[in-house]
């Protein structure tokens, strides 16, 4: 077993006008994923008093991706991983109820088109070569790094602040999760 670490790297990407359209339309898919899952659970929990387990909110996110073929659009990998953040959420909430936390974590709350908009690309739906980042459903995007980058990705996050969204140059900032 090696000694490694997981760190991140920001990067500052420029988006052509018709990425901007597609990061966009992966962020309002996760956030739309995210909130029907909280909603899902909550509505759940009001009338049965029974906690959703992680494999029934994938079960429902295959569900409403048959029922809504828009949410198609956007990268499978990333709407799972959408699902994969409510379930950290909601067990760092329980573990704090529970005492197995030295902080207080309020519960999961709904996710705001005003707030810094997200999406995660695990290993399978992006690839980092010459410096080149390209994302499933979104494409090639140039990246400049802010610190030189060393060992493989493990997973990417394009983020986007409500300020950047109005820069001329559509920028956007990514992230990688790294193994060093």
Not at 30 to 41: G, I, K, Q
Not at 81 to 86: C, E, F
Not at 128 to 134: A, E, P, Y
């Amino acid at each position: 077993m090696s000694n490694s670490t997981k760190h991140g790297v920001k990067g500052r990407v420029y988006l052509t006008p018709e990425q901007v359209l597609l990061a966009a339309r992966q962020f309002g898919c996760a956030r739309f994923v995210y909130n029907h899952l909280l909603n899902f659970s909550q509505t759940r929990y009001s009338h049965n008093q029974t906690k959703t387990s992680p494999a029934q909110r994938s079960l429902e996110l295959t569900r409403i991706k048959t029922a809504l073929p828009w949410l198609r659009e956007a990268s499978a990998q990333s709407l799972q991983q959408t699902g994969r953040a409510l379930d950290t959420a909601y067990k760092n909430w329980f573990d704090s109820l529970m005492g197995k936390r030295p902080d207080k974590v309020k519960p999961p709350r709904f996710k705001k088109k005003s707030n810094r908009q997200s999406a995660r690309f695990t290993r399978n739906s992006f690839r980092f070569k010459n410096g080149v980042l390209s994302l499933s459903k979104i494409g090639a995007i140039p990246i400049v790094w802010h610190r030189r980058v060393s060992g493989e990705p493990s997973s990417v996050v394009l983020s986007m602040t409500p300020v950047l969204c109005f820069v001329p140059s559509r920028a956007a900032v990514a992230c990688c999760r790294l193994w060093t």
